[in-house]
């Protein structure tokens, strides 16, 4: 569905260029969901931005559905890590706004906004603004907004990261409902081990500047999954521990010692 086929990106600016990603390959499967992290500043957004079409490569090509990516497509969804409603518009008319953009028929789109509202615990809060809502139920308007026109594809960018930890955990475990219900093809980036093992069905791991794949990480967890206490503790440990060293050590250390043991810290080196 999502094919990357050695995908490069450089920014040139008066202060040099940067290299912020080098031929990254990913193929994402139909219904499949994928989950990018990497250090700050290792190129994750610039990542996603090209796949969504708002930002062009610099070699390499992006394909989705079989197409070349060449702007923003009405069956790709995209969810920033700040909701970027319109404060004046109601929630519905937020929820509503693709349906506006695209020209579609929004009577044929109200009761699936509403229905949608409605199973994100919103029923109810239709005709607020915005600004009446905390972080955590705006966001879910945004996730509202984005599955209005069933697409096929989900782009989103650290969705969760600006909620507190419990409203976090909440959102990720709806997303994953909505992921099994959809099926749609997902590329999420975020920074939490604990939300890629929750929610992939493959970890892709990129190295900083240039950002490269490092490694991907298979999650074979049956679904529906949950963090607390349950039977696949073991391969949640498991796939947890390998993404936090991959995500701590440099490349090239691989099974090498990722951190550095306190009782050496501070030495000096041998004089004689
Ligand atoms: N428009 C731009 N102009 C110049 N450099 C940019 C631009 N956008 C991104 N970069 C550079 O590209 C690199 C990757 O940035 P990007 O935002 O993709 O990282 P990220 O992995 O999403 O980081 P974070 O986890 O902090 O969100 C960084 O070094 C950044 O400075
Ligand atoms: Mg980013």
Same mark, same amino acid.
């Given at each position: 569905m999502i094919r990357l086929d050695g995908v490069s990106r450089t920014f040139r600016g008066p202060r040099g260029t940067v290299?912020?990603?080098?031929?990254?390959s990913l193929d994402v499967r139909d219904g499949e969901f994928v989950a990018v992290v990497g250090r700050s500043g290792c190129g994750k957004s610039t990542l996603l931005r090209m796949v969504a079409g708002l930002l062009e490569?610099?070699?390499?090509r992006i394909l989705v559905g079989g197409t070349p990516v060449a702007g923003p497509r009405r069956d790709v969804a995209l969810v920033f890590q700040r909701p970027a409603l319109l404060p004046w518009r109601s929630v519905l008319d937020n929820v509503l706004l693709p349906v506006e953009m695209f020209g579609w028929k929004r009577g044929a789109y109200r009761g699936r906004a509403l229905a949608l509202l409605e199973t994100a615990g919103l029923g109810g809060f239709e005709k607020r603004l915005p600004h009446e809502l905390s972080g955590g139920m705006?966001?879910?308007? $945004?996730? +509202?907004?984005?599955?209005?026109?069933?697409?096929k594809v989900m782009l989103m960018d650290e969705p969760f990261s600006a909620l507190d930890a419990l409203t976090r955990e909440e959102l990720a475990g709806e997303l994953q409902r909505v992921h099994m219900e959809s099926a749609a093809t997902t590329l999420f980036v975020t920074h939490s081990?604990?939300?890629?093992?929750?929610?992939?069905?493959?970890?892709?791991?990129l190295t900083p500047r240039p950002g490269r794949i490092r490694k991907i990480v298979e999650v074979n967890i049956p679904r529906p999954r949950t963090l607390g206490r349950n039977e696949h503790q073991a391969e949640v $440990?498991? +796939?947890s521990a390998e993404l936090h060293e991959l995500l701590m050590s440099r490349a090239g250390e691989e099974?090498?010692?990722t951190f550095t043991?306190?009782?050496?810290?501070?030495?000096?080196?041998p004089t004689s």
């Amino acid at each position: 569905m999502i094919r990357l086929d050695g995908v490069s990106r450089t920014f040139r600016g008066p202060r040099g260029t940067v290299d912020a990603l080098h031929e990254v390959s990913l193929d994402v499967r139909d219904g499949e969901f994928v989950a990018v992290v990497g250090r700050s500043g290792c190129g994750k957004s610039t990542l996603l931005r090209m796949v969504a079409g708002l930002l062009e490569t610099s070699g390499g090509r992006i394909l989705v559905g079989g197409t070349p990516v060449a702007g923003p497509r009405r069956d790709v969804a995209l969810v920033f890590q700040r909701p970027a409603l319109l404060p004046w518009r109601s929630v519905l008319d937020n929820v509503l706004l693709p349906v506006e953009m695209f020209g579609w028929k929004r009577g044929a789109y109200r009761g699936r906004a509403l229905a949608l509202l409605e199973t994100a615990g919103l029923g109810g809060f239709e005709k607020r603004l915005p600004h009446e809502l905390s972080g955590g139920m705006q966001q879910r308007v $945004a996730l +509202c907004r984005s599955l209005i026109g069933r697409p096929k594809v989900m782009l989103m960018d650290e969705p969760f990261s600006a909620l507190d930890a419990l409203t976090r955990e909440e959102l990720a475990g709806e997303l994953q409902r909505v992921h099994m219900e959809s099926a749609a093809t997902t590329l999420f980036v975020t920074h939490s081990i604990d939300e890629a093992v929750l929610l992939a069905d493959r970890v892709a791991v990129l190295t900083p500047r240039p950002g490269r794949i490092r490694k991907i990480v298979e999650v074979n967890i049956p679904r529906p999954r949950t963090l607390g206490r349950n039977e696949h503790q073991a391969e949640v $440990a498991r +796939c947890s521990a390998e993404l936090h060293e991959l995500l701590m050590s440099r490349a090239g250390e691989e099974g090498a010692e990722t951190f550095t043991p306190i009782t050496s810290l501070g030495r000096r080196p041998p004089t004689s």
